[in-house]
Structures are given as C-alpha cells and as structure tokens.
C-alpha cells in the first residue's frame, strides 16, 4: 500500500511526521492485524503462539496488542473461532484463531450487506 500523496498547498511532504516516520522503517512494512493473519494462514493458533512467531521474526510486540488484531479480523470475518481451546497465559484456556474459509468470508459479506439493507430501510 502507498502513501497518499500529501504534496499541496501548504503542505510540505519534507517535514512531515509521517513521511520521517515512513523513512525510519525498514524493511517490512505490514500492519500487525496483516502480520496476525498472515500467520493465522500458516494454521490456528492463539494469541500467545501468534506473538511468539511474531517475536521469533523480529517483531516488538505484546499479547495485549494482539489480542485486539485477532478480534478486529473476526468482526471483519477474515478469522475463525476453530472450536477449540488450548492453556494461555497465566494457565487460562485461549481461543485457538483459523482464518475462515471461502465459504465464510462470502456469508460474512452477505450479512452485512443484509445489515446495512436492514439499517437503510429504517429511514
């Protein structure tokens, strides 16, 4: 994904926060949510898992940051309660996150849709 271009008047794209910002990071530059799906697609995990593979690669991060990527892609319909449960952290039982199918991103989007409808009609 670029950047806007902020170029305009009175606008200076030198100076600004978010292009010093850009200019610092290297290398990788995905989202954490797109860092939790991405490895959510190498198979179900929970969030201590994910911020394990997460740090493995490199990246400086915290369970309490990951927890909240893992229920923005669900209420975005990207992932998956699997069902089961596995020992998270402090010995409490975790969701084990999938990325959901093709199947349920469609009915995902479907509803929504019918949402929205539903919400539009009530004018």
Same mark, same amino acid.
């Given at each position: 994904?670029?950047?806007?271009? @902020?170029?305009? *008047?009175?606008?200076? %794209?030198?100076?600004? &926060?978010?292009?010093?910002?850009?200019?610092?990071?290297?290398?990788?530059?995905? &989202?954490?949510?797109?860092?939790?799906?991405?490895?959510?697609? =190498?198979? *179900?995990? $929970? *969030?201590?898992? $994910?911020? #394990?593979?997460?740090? #493995?690669?490199?990246?400086?991060?915290?369970?309490?940051?990951?927890? *909240?990527?893992?229920?923005?892609?669900?209420?975005?319909? @990207?992932?998956?309660?699997?069902? +089961?449960? +596995?020992?998270?952290?402090?010995?409490?039982?975790? $969701?084990?996150? %999938?990325?959901?199918?093709?199947?349920?991103?469609? #009915?995902?989007?479907?509803?929504?849709? #019918?949402? +929205? =409808? &539903?919400?539009?009609?009530?004018?």
């Amino acid at each position: 994904m670029t950047a806007p271009d @902020l170029s305009g *008047p009175g606008l200076s %794209r030198r100076n600004s &926060t978010g292009e010093t910002s850009r200019d610092a990071a290297k290398g990788d530059k995905r &989202t954490l949510r797109e860092r939790v799906l991405d490895r959510l697609g =190498r198979g *179900p995990a $929970i *969030p201590e898992t $994910i911020l #394990a593979d997460l740090r #493995a690669e490199g990246i400086s991060t915290v369970l309490t940051s990951i927890r *909240p990527r893992c229920s923005e892609l669900l209420r975005m319909g @990207l992932i998956r309660d699997s069902g +089961q449960r +596995q020992t998270g952290e402090g010995g409490k039982k975790a $969701i084990v996150w %999938r990325l959901a199918d093709d199947a349920e991103r469609a #009915a995902h989007v479907s509803a929504k849709i #019918a949402e +929205q =409808r &539903t919400e539009g009609s009530d004018d």
